[in-house]
Structures are given as structure tokens and as C-alpha cells.
């Protein structure tokens, strides 16, 4: 699904899927502080990794900007406003009502992220913030298998 790339080496296409890559998990980034996950070993590392994520991916869109004649400063109230609007779809989303639901909840959000990096943009481009997104899909795949699966 990913387009021919431009001279510049990423496409508008690619650069709005990263954005949106970026929005998915910035809008669940507050579920991380949520009570019900307080006994969970790794969180600390999972809030961690979530940050860095972040970061990298806002840093590589702050670099691919310019080639694409994008002003960062725009694209960041874009990502603001994205983040904090309210999708009618998920008000009754917002909330899990077991720890089970909200692992399962961060781990599609994560999953969902991953997925769109490496299917929708260059894998030229976004090098470190795919790995990291990847690492944090792996870790709550772990943490979900290890609070929610009985052995």
C-alpha cells in the first residue's frame, strides 16, 4: 500500500500515517495512569518506552517536515488538535472496566501503530521510532499474557 517515494524519500502519504501513528498512542498514553494497571511489574518500563516512542516519532516528523515544504509548527497543532478531539465512536471505548480490557486496549493501540509504520511508511524513514513502537507492542504482549492469561 505504500506509495512511490518522492525525491525527498517519504511521501505526504507516509508522513500523515506516521502523524496519525503518533496521535494513536499520544491519545493513550493517559490510560497508562489509569488505577486498575497500579500492580502491574513493568509499568514503569511500558510508560518508559511509551515516551520514547513518542519522542522519536515527533522528532522524525519534525525532520521529514521540511523536505515535504510541511511547517512543524502547523503540523504540531494538527497533532494537538487530534489528540485532544473527541471521537463520538470511542466515548464508550474510553474507559475498560477490567484490567484485562485496558491491557487489550493499549495493546491494539500499539499493534495498530506498529502495524501502520511498517505497512504504510518507508522503512527508510522512522527507523528508531518503529523499533520502539515494535519493542512496546512485544512488551505488552508480554505484560497482557502474564496479567490476563492464567497458566
Known sequence: MMQSEPACGLSLAEYVMAKKALVDLCRSSLEYTDPMLASVEQLDVLKTMLQRAMLELSKELERWAP???????????????????????????RFASTKEDLLSKLLGVAASASTRLDEDVSDKAFVSARGTVRQLKTLLREVYMAECIPY
Open 67 to 93: 523536505q515535504l515544504r510541511l511547517d512543524f509548527v502547523d503540523q504540531q497543532r494538527e497533532i494537538t488538535a487530534a489528540i485532544s478531539a473527541d471521537r463520538p465512536t470511542e466515548r464508550s471505548k
